[in-house]
């Protein structure tokens, strides 16, 4: 029998500005989004296709490192029928420009040139990351995220140069985003939005996703996303935070979080709220929908975390790219 999908996402006490997911997914596909800050992953088995804004789709195997500059739209799935399992690193840009202000020359905001480079040792290194973090020794797993990253930055580095608005097009994009942003739980129409900035609806479309990669009812579910991310951070309960950001009700903001983070809100809650021991930490923040294990139970991952986050049976597989025009 094939191996169930499982992922933990979770933040270590003593790491702050980075967030870990390590997963196994063979259906489960990621809609169209962005992140805050930095992605650096490698992929363990199987294969894993990004599919970047260029139109470009990126087979991520393993033996390579994957790096992801902030607010680079991207979706994902699996690129072979097994699916894939990987390791990733959500580095902040405050922790990224730090370690770039200290061991390089880059001068402006630090990104990466590639976004699939061969790098055996930086895999190696980024799963060291997750194996100290999960044994509780946070020196180990601090020194080795500097050094990662550090190494990344020398290999990989170059400066982001900022994407200033220079048509009337972009201008609008970017107050349409405003809008959108200020009026998340009550968004208006593209044709009132479109009215409202003195422009015509596939104009404004048209700008909108040259200027942020996707079409303004995508990049308002990521906002979303990130908005309630925020808010259960604080404590909030996701039901709540699901009427918050302008989701129907929480398994609307379970649908889409999923989509976007790789987990459901309460394991994210669970993962990012977690204090204690390490052994203490492993039983908080990660979730068991199913009740059984994974594979057998003398497996790596149940020796450490006996109750993973397991999607049910029967979650309907995603479309890849064509999932991120969904509107549901």
């Given at each position: 029998m094939a191996a169930k999908e499982w992922a933990r996402y979770w933040q270590h006490e003593e790491l702050p500005g980075v967030d870990l997911l390590q997963a196994r997914y063979v259906r489960h596909t990621f809609s169209r989004h962005t992140h805050e800050g930095y992605v650096v992953a490698a992929v363990s088995g199987g294969v894993e296709d990004l599919f970047m804004p260029d139109g470009s789709t990126v087979h991520c195997a393993p033996g390579n490192v994957i790096l992801l500059n902030p607010e680079v739209p991207h979706s994902a799935r699996a690129g072979v029928p097994e699916g894939w399992s990987y390791s990733t690193l959500y580095p902040s840009v405050e922790l990224v420009a730090k370690i770039a202000e200290e061991t390089t020359g880059l001068r402006g905001t630090p990104?990466?040139?590639?976004?699939?480079?061969?790098?055996?040792?930086?895999?190696?290194?980024?799963?060291?990351?997750?194996?100290?973090?999960?044994?509780?020794?946070?020196?180990a797993a601090d020194t080795v995220l500097k050094v990662l990253v550090a190494r990344m930055l020398r290999r990989h580095g170059s400066a982001l140069q900022p994407r200033a608005p220079r048509s009337a097009g972009a201008r609008n994009a970017q107050r349409a985003r405003a809008v959108l942003q200020e009026r998340m739980a009550?968004?208006?129409?593209?044709?009132?939005?479109?009215?409202?900035?003195?422009?015509?609806?596939?104009?404004?479309?048209?700008?909108?996703?040259?200027?942020?990669?996707?079409?303004?009812?995508?990049?308002?579910?990521?906002?979303?996303?990130?908005?309630?991310?925020?808010?259960l951070d604080a404590g909030t309960a996701p039901a709540e935070a699901a009427t918050a950001v302008g989701f129907t009700d929480q398994p609307h903001l379970n649908r889409h979080f999923s989509r976007i983070?790789?987990?459901?809100?309460?394991?994210?809650?669970?993962?990012?709220?977690?204090?204690?021991s390490a052994a203490e930490g492993a039983r908080k923040n990660v979730q068991d929908r199913s009740g059984r294990l994974l594979v057998r139970s003398d497996a790596w991952q149940n020796s450490r975390h006996p109750h993973l986050y397991v999607p049910k049976d029967d979650q309907?597989?995603?479309?890849?790219?064509?999932?991120?025009?969904?509107?549901?």
């Open positions: 990104g990466f040139a590639e976004v699939d480079v061969p790098d055996v040792e930086g895999a190696h290194l980024i799963r060291e990351v997750h194996r100290a973090a999960e044994e509780g020794n946070a020196l009550e968004p208006p129409t593209l044709e009132a939005l479109a009215n409202e900035l003195g422009t015509s609806p596939f104009a404004l479309l048209r700008a909108f996703k040259q200027q942020y990669g996707m079409p303004p009812h995508s990049w308002l579910t990521n906002a979303r996303v990130r908005r309630a991310r925020a808010l983070v790789g987990v459901p809100p309460g394991a994210y809650q669970k993962g990012r709220g977690s204090r204690g309907p597989r995603g479309q890849g790219p064509a999932d991120a025009h969904r509107t549901d």
